[in-house]
Structure formats: C-alpha cells, structure tokens
C-alpha cells in the first residue's frame, strides 16, 4: 500500500480522503471507524470523485482532523434519507457512530418505503 508522509511520526494512507479522525491521528481502527469509511465510499459512489478530491493531502488530512467528512455537501442524486444516515456514520466521536447493523437496519427501512 502506497504511504504518505504527514510530519515526522505518522503514515498517512494512500486512502486517507476515506479514513475518520482518530484513524489519521492516532491508527485508531475498529468497527466504528470501517462504518466511516463506508460512508466515505458511499459518498464517492453519489458523486463519481473521492471525498475531499479537490484537496491536496496534507489540506484535506487537517481537514478532515478538525472537522470530519459532515462539511462535504450532499449529493444532489442522494435522498435526504441516506443522507442522514451518512452524516450518523461520520459522527466525530466514534461512540456517536451506529454500527453497521444499525446501518443496515436503516437501508433496510429506506427499501421498504
């Protein structure tokens, strides 16, 4: 995997444009942070470009260290809907992040509308 240089102690990865706050900060991964990176796919899947893809990386990392992905704007093909459940995964704080089942359970109810 391609790395990046970011200041003298961290790697910052190839996919850094997909990766949640403490992720980049800290190499924190887990649950929360894999249904933060989904969110991030799914926003590149809505808009055909990476989130944050105008931004060189070391702007875009600080970015998304301060302020996450919720400053990136909707999608104008996306509902309302999916949206909402896209700004819950990209929670600053990962406790405030749903699950993935939780996710799921909500796409589910969305299909069933």
């Known amino acids: 995997m391609r790395k ?12 850094w444009r997909y990766k949640p706050p403490e992720e980049l900060l800290h190499g924190t991964v887990g649950p929360k942070a894999d ?6 796919v799914v ?3 809505f808009c055909g470009k990476e989130p ?12 998304i ?4 992905h919720c400053e990136l704007s909707k ?10 459940i896209m700004q819950k995964c990209w929670m600053f704080k990962p406790e ?7 996710v799921e359970s909500e796409l589910h109810e969305l299909r069933t509308v």
């Open 43 to 45: 926003y590149e899947v």
């Open 96 to 102: 405030d992040r749903p699950t993935m089942l939780q």
């Open 35 to 40: 249904v933060y990176c989904w969110a991030s």
């Open 65 to 68: 260290i301060k302020s996450g």
């Open 75 to 84: 999608p104008p093909t996306m509902s309302h809907e999916l949206w909402s």
């Open 4 to 15: 990046h240089m970011y200041g003298t102690y961290n790697l910052i990865p190839a996919t």
């Open 52 to 63: 944050y893809g105008d931004y060189h990386y070391g702007h875009g990392v600080v970015t």
